[in-house]
């Protein structure tokens, strides 16, 4: 199920064009693998921690990198039958140290307070805008999970590409900003308007 999903939603979001944000609320043990899957592949994820489950579990070990017990594995997200703490481990470290590098995953407090929001949509639109370090993210950067998505096998892009390949996704580049840019507009983000306006300023 979870392969057919996973495929269902990469040939949509390439054949449409179009951005995704992959949202999780509590969550599942099989929710880390959707959710590996989509850090891999560039897909920004925004965990609702407050909401309990994956989602509060996965956010709490990027942080403090501890292993949750067996019994709060039991009683949180269901830990199936046969499957071990090492199992989950595993995945957790494996998401953790693919996001070292993408800086995909965001989270996101639903309760009140001083450094706290209660808007998740600005939320999906810094997911899309920024990585997690607070930093821009360039237009550019679809174009390696654009091309790497096209690829069934997971693969690098091959840089011996035919002529006319690179402004092909130069101009994807160029699309997805455009939609960022529409999106902000649309929702009357002036933030994240002006952020896209200093992008496009920049020199190359």
Same mark, same amino acid.
């Given at each position: /199920?979870?392969? =057919?999903?996973? *495929?269902? /939603? &990469?040939?949509?979001?390439? =054949?449409?064009?179009? @951005? *995704?944000?992959? =949202? %999780?609320? #509590?969550?599942?043990?099989? &929710?880390?693998?959707?959710?590996?899957?989509?850090?891999?592949?560039?897909?920004?994820?925004?965990?609702?921690? !407050? #909401?309990?489950? %994956?989602?509060?579990?996965? *956010?709490?070990?990027?942080?403090?990198?501890?292993?949750?017990?067996? /019994?709060?594995?039991?009683?949180s997200v269901k830990l199936e039958e046969g499957m &071990?703490?090492?199992?989950?481990?595993? &995945?957790?470290?494996?998401?953790?140290?693919?996001?070292?590098?993408?800086?995909?995953?965001?989270?996101?407090?639903?309760?009140?307070?001083?450094?706290? #929001?209660?808007?998740?949509?600005?939320?999906?639109?810094?997911?899309?805008?920024?990585?997690?370090?607070?930093?821009?993210?360039?237009?550019?950067?679809?174009?390696?999970?654009? #091309?790497?998505?096209?690829?069934?096998?997971?693969? *690098?892009? !091959?840089?011996?590409? $035919?002529?006319?390949? !690179?402004?092909?996704?130069?101009?994807?580049?160029?699309?997805?900003?455009?939609?960022?840019?529409?999106? $902000?507009?649309?929702?009357?983000?002036?933030?994240? =308007?002006?952020?896209?306006?200093? @992008?496009?300023?920049?020199? /190359?």
């Open positions: /199920e979870i392969e =057919v999903r996973t *495929a269902i /939603e &990469t040939a949509c979001r390439v =054949v449409h064009k179009c @951005l *995704a944000v992959m =949202v %999780v609320i #509590s969550g599942g043990i099989n &929710t880390l693998t959707l959710i590996h899957k989509a850090v891999q592949e560039d897909v920004p994820v925004v965990l609702v921690r !407050d #909401s309990g489950g %994956v989602a509060h579990l996965l *956010a709490d070990f990027l942080e403090t990198d501890a292993v949750p017990s067996a /019994e709060l594995l039991r009683t &071990t703490v090492g199992h989950v481990e595993d &995945t957790l470290r494996a998401i953790k140290e693919e996001d070292r590098e993408r800086k995909v995953i965001h989270t996101f407090r639903v309760r009140t307070g001083a450094d706290r #929001s209660n808007d998740l949509d600005l939320a999906l639109l810094k997911a899309i805008v920024f990585d997690s370090d607070g930093n821009i993210i360039r237009p550019e950067k679809s174009v390696e999970s654009v #091309s790497v998505m096209q690829d069934g096998a997971g693969r *690098a892009p !091959d840089r011996g590409r $035919a002529p006319g390949a !690179d402004a092909a996704e130069g101009g994807r580049a160029r699309s997805r900003f455009l939609k960022v840019l529409t999106l $902000a507009i649309e929702w009357g983000r002036r933030e994240i =308007v002006e952020h896209c306006m200093l @992008l496009r300023r920049r020199p /190359e």
